[in-house]
């Protein structure tokens, strides 16, 4: 069975940095394709961050690139997501999710989800 965590989230003021925290059990990063994704009350899901595996190109979606930055230890199972320059245009529920495809590019993609963690950007 496979199991996402998420950890790391808070309420922060514009200009903060967060990083977020995926941890995995009964599975290994390597073995699928990974990502972060974003959703506010009353919209849909927001790709974030996509097609995370060794080998493959990382998405970053346009609203998130060079301030956000994903990286993995298989060491310990886990993924994180570093967040820079926050905005209030940030603040969402942040999911991890894992995909047994080769290359994920879409929620539709994803088989598994983690519980969500919240992120709040305000003054």
């Known amino acids: 069975e496979v199991q996402l965590v998420e950890s790391g989230g808070g309420s922060v003021q514009p200009g903060r940095s967060l990083r977020l925290s995926c941890g995995g059990s009964g599975y290994k990063l390597s073995g699928y394709c990974l990502g972060w994704f974003r959703q506010v009350s009353g919209k849909e899901r927001e790709r974030v961050v996509v097609?995370?595996?060794?080998?493959?190109?990382?998405i970053y979606a346009d609203s998130v690139k060079g301030r956000f930055t994903v990286s993995q230890d298989e060491a310990t199972n886990t993924l994180y997501l570093e967040m820079d320059s926050l905005q209030p245009g940030d603040t969402a529920m942040y999911y991890c999710g894992a995909s047994r495809l080769k290359r994920c590019y879409s929620d539709l993609d994803i088989d598994y989800w983690g519980q969500g963690t919240q992120v709040t950007v305000s003054s």
């Open positions: 097609n995370i595996r060794s080998d493959e190109t990382v």
